[in-house]
């Protein structure tokens, strides 16, 4: 047996971890490791055609979900932050993965209604107070079968937590019960929540 480290997340290299480093040190919201291994998996499992994401951030996401596609699938993702579309599009070139990712500056409630083709997996983790509005622009989007994720839905623990809620985290708290609500009783969505992070929403189109 040799003295190297044991990795449950090979995928995981230097690059990554050195965004993970900086994005900490920087306050820039990222999913967490275990949330891209997640992506990797699902994405080589689900094998889409075209993938969604809606919040880019510094493209940490992108990358695991990039990394993971085959080659002629095409992922396109929102961003609303210049600095953070800026700084993910330096990552993806460095990566050689630009040419495979497209880019889209702006709001996503505003991109949202121009896109007019189908995506088999739609990842959403951009402004949580707009889950449901977001939801609502991408379900005619999603065809049977695909596949939509929700990020952060147990919000650092205080969507499950019992009790008074501070009055800071209230609306964002309600917001995401909601968000699971109506998921979980849509009729067009068979939906789990996943203890993966801070809380994975799954849900598959009927």
Do not use: C
């Not at 929700?150 to 917001?175: P, W």
Request: glycine share 6%.
């Amino acid at each position: 047996m040799n003295n190297e480290e044991f990795s449950f997340d090979p995928q995981r290299d230097n690059y990554l971890i050195q965004i993970e480093k900086k994005a900490e040190r920087d306050y820039i919201p990222i999913i967490k490791p275990e949330v891209g291994q997640f992506l990797w998996v699902l994405v080589k499992a689900k094998k889409p055609e075209r993938i969604l994401e809606i919040g880019t951030a510094v493209g940490y996401s992108t990358i695991w979900m990039a990394r993971a596609a085959y080659g002629d699938t095409e992922i396109v993702t929102i961003e609303r932050d210049e600095d953070m579309y800026l700084e993910a599009e330096r990552n993806f070139s460095e990566l050689g993965l630009k040419t495979r990712i497209k880019q889209k500056f702006g709001d996503a409630l505003e991109i949202l209604p121009y896109l007019k083709r189908s995506f088999d997996l739609v990842f959403i983790d951009g402004a949580k107070g707009q889950y449901l509005n977001y939801l609502e622009r991408i379900l005619d989007l999603v065809p049977e079968g695909g596949i939509i994720l929700a990020d952060n839905v147990f919000y650092h623990g205080h969507v499950e937590k019992e009790g008074q809620i501070l009055h800071k985290r209230r609306t964002m708290v309600r917001v995401l019960q909601e968000y699971i609500r109506v998921i979980t009783e849509h009729p067009l969505l068979e939906s789990i929540i996943l203890p993966v992070g801070d809380g994975i929403a799954l849900s598959v189109r009927k």
